[in-house]
Each structure stands twice: as C-alpha cells, then as structure tokens.
C-alpha cells in the first residue's frame, strides 16, 4: 500500500503558484515546556502561504528560532527556502521531481517539509480531497499521546499525569533528565500503576550512565526516547543491548537511511517520526515502510506545533506502521487561542478524529493570524 501511494504521490504536479508568502507568527503557552535542552515560553513559527489561482494551502515549519533541539532554526530554513528551495518550485515540477531537486541541498529537512507539506495541502483543496485522501489512506481514528515538560516538584509532575489520565490520554510521556529521572519515574509508577508510560530525554546522557538508566527498566516503560546524543546511533546500539526497555530514536533520525540504519544495527526498537525532521510526508511514509518490513513500530511525534502542523500530524497517522500512540494532545494543552479552527479535542475513548475538509480540514482564522504575526515577506 505504501509503495503505490509514494509512486503516485511522485507524479502529481506543482501547478502555476501565483504567490508565495512568508508569514512569522508567536503563540503564547499555556504553561512553559521545558526539558533537557531549553525550555520554550511560546511557540514562534514560520509559515508558508502558497496561492495558486484562488486556492490557498499552508506549511508549517517546524523548526524553532533556536538551535536546542535541531541545528535549523527559523532563520536558517528562510535562507534555505528563500535562496534554494523556493525557486525550484516550478509550474512543469512534480512533487517527485521537486524531493530529488531538493536533495542537492544536503539536510535542512525542515526547510523541504515546509513546501512539501504546503503544496500538499494546496493540492488536496485543488482536488477537494482531505489530506489523508490525497496520501492514499482511509479515514480512521487517531490514537491521543501527551508529552509532560520539566515539572518543578515530583508533585508538581504527579498533578500532571493526573490530568492527563483524566483527560483520557491513551499514553503518557514525561521528560527526564540526568537529575530528574528515576526518582521521578519510580514516583509516577507508584501512583499510577497501569497507565501506558514512557520517557524521554532529548540526549541528555552518554553511554556511562548505563547502568544508572537500567534502573529504568523497573518501570515497565513502553520506551526510553533518545537517551543518547542527537546524533548518535552506534552507542544508542550498545545501550539497546544493556536495557530491557525498547529505545525509541527521534532526533537522531533524519530520513529512510538513518532509521535502516539504526534498525539494523540494534540502536532503537521505535522510531518517532516527526514529518519536518525527516523532510515531509512522503519520506515519512518511506520511514512508516521500512520500518515495518523490519518489525519496528513507529509513531508521529510533535514539535508543540500551531494547528496547521498539528492537522497534518493527524492525517500522517491514517498511513500504514503508526501503531503507537504520538505526541498528538489537544489543542487547549498549547495555547488558549490557536490560529486555525477547528481545534484538536479528545473525542470518546481518547481519540481524535482527522479532520473532514479538503486538505488538512483546518481553516486558518484571519482575526487570529493577525493577532499572533510578527512579521510578512512576500516572495513571490
Ligand atoms: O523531543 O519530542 C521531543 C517538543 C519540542 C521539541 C522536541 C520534542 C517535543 C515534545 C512535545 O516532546 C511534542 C508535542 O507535544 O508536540
Ligand atoms: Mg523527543
């Protein structure tokens, strides 16, 4: 099923665009977020608009203004998409031809997602198909994951899980760091001694700490995400031996090669596929694909994203392999006011459903993106 969809996606055409818009929003949370690398206040995102006679389709990119979690910030997918990416989006192009133009530019994934995600929905308003259509898959229901920041007290972290478990969140993962860790684990355990669970790091340890993170292993946890560093594989390979736990790769992952890679030589038994990391959807669905040709399960991670990123997470999930709960929470866990209608909400049972309209199914509110925008830059 995956590989028909990939050759069919290839073929379908990029279109005359008649404007292409930059668009730099800041939304406020809720609550900070913090983990092992940074703690974000607010969610600042570049967007695309693309018009192409009359039709207008969004993209979000993913990365943040700063360095912390990825090397692209803001800033360097602009450049990218602005001096590189961008004039290769041509009338005469297909979205296959447009992702092997684009792999001169080595890395910046985010950058490429940005317009593949953009003329994606583009085209699905043009064809008046939902997303999830245009990919090549049936509507379904989406499991919900939450991902709990940084709390400042164990306590603190107990109200948390709490509430999630109320909300109906079908797993809950909580941050830890080298000196919030087991402690904190054990505590959430304790409470609640049934919930799906698991954690994740952001590479704040290094392979000494072994023997410390098989404490881990107490907890029945579903996975330990990204213990390791950023980039590494071979050492998550060693660890993966030591640990009884599964690990879960995601920012050491950037495209199909990297997660054969990492399956094959034993560093991760998961993969949380974040779209913008690896470069958009279709190389998602490459990743989705090898992954279960190899008995890996994979899931849709999150980057705290603005509703337009958010609703393409969603339809990533009808895809074939995402048989784990992401990093898919509702709206109101983000911001008090998103920029798009209708918001992510748990339905019955925890899940959420894909949106119904022509591409992602969201509605960009012009009231509200004028109240978030810091700035514009037409470039086309
Ligand atoms: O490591 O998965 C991560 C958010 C920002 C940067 C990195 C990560 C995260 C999350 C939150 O865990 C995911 C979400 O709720 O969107
Ligand atoms: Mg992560």
Redesign the pocket.
């Known amino acids: 099923m995956n590989e028909d969809n990939l050759a069919r996606l290839g073929a379908v055409p990029v279109g005359p665009i008649d404007g292409i818009e930059f668009i730099t929003v800041r939304l406020p949370f809720v609550s900070p977020?913090g983990?092992s690398v940074y703690t974000?206040t607010c969610k600042e995102a570049l967007l695309l608009r693309l018009v192409s006679d009359g039709v207008v389709g969004w993209g979000e990119c993913v990365a943040?203004p700063d360095p912390f979690?990825a090397y692209e910030t803001t800033t360097t997918a602009r450049h990218i998409l602005k001096d590189f990416l961008l004039p290769l989006v041509q009338p005469e192009a297909t979205l296959g031809s447009l992702e092997a133009a684009f792999r001169r530019v080595r890395g910046h994934g985010m950058a490429k997602a940005t317009i593949e995600n953009a003329l994606l929905d583009l085209s699905a308003r043009r064809a008046g198909v939902p997303l999830h259509e245009l990919l090549g898959y049936p509507p379904k229901r989406i499991m919900s994951g939450?991902?709990i920041?940084l709390q400042a007290s164990i306590d603190a972290l107990l109200e948390a899980v709490d509430e999630a478990v109320e909300a109906g969140y079908h797993r809950v993962?909580m941050?830890i760091s080298r000196d919030k860790d087991v402690e904190w684990v054990r505590a959430v355990r304790q409470r609640f001694p049934s919930i799906r669970m698991m954690v994740?790091a952001?590479g704040d340890y290094s392979l000494d700490a072994a023997d410390h993170l098989k404490q881990l292993d107490a907890f029945d946890l579903m996975m330990i995400?990204?213990p390791l560093s950023y980039s590494d594989i071979a050492q998550h390979a060693h660890l993966q031996r030591r640990l009884a736990t599964p690990i879960c790769l995601?920012?050491s992952i950037h495209s199909e090669a990297d997660a054969i890679a990492a399956i094959e030589l034993g560093a991760c038994r998961v993969i949380?596929i974040?779209q913008g990391r690896v470069g958009g959807l279709l190389e998602s669905i490459r990743i989705a694909r090898a992954s279960a040709a190899r008995g890996v399960d994979v899931w849709s991670?999150?980057?705290?994203?603005t509703g337009i990123g958010?609703a393409v997470n969603i339809h990533l999930q009808t895809v074939d392999g995402f048989t784990l709960p992401g990093?898919?929470?509702e709206t109101r866990?983000?911001f008090h006011e998103d920029i798009v209608e209708p918001g992510v909400v748990l339905g019955p049972g925890g899940f959420i459903d894909v949106p119904t309209g022509p591409g992602t199914g969201v509605t960009v509110v012009p009231e509200r993106l004028a109240r978030y925008r810091l700035e514009s830059e037409r470039v086309r």
């Not at 991670?301 to 994203?305: I, L, Q």
Request: net charge negative.
């Open positions: 977020f983990t974000w943040d979690y939450i991902s920041g993962k941050k994740d952001n995400e990204q995601d920012e949380n974040k991670g999150g980057m705290d994203e958010r990093d898919t929470s866990r983000y």
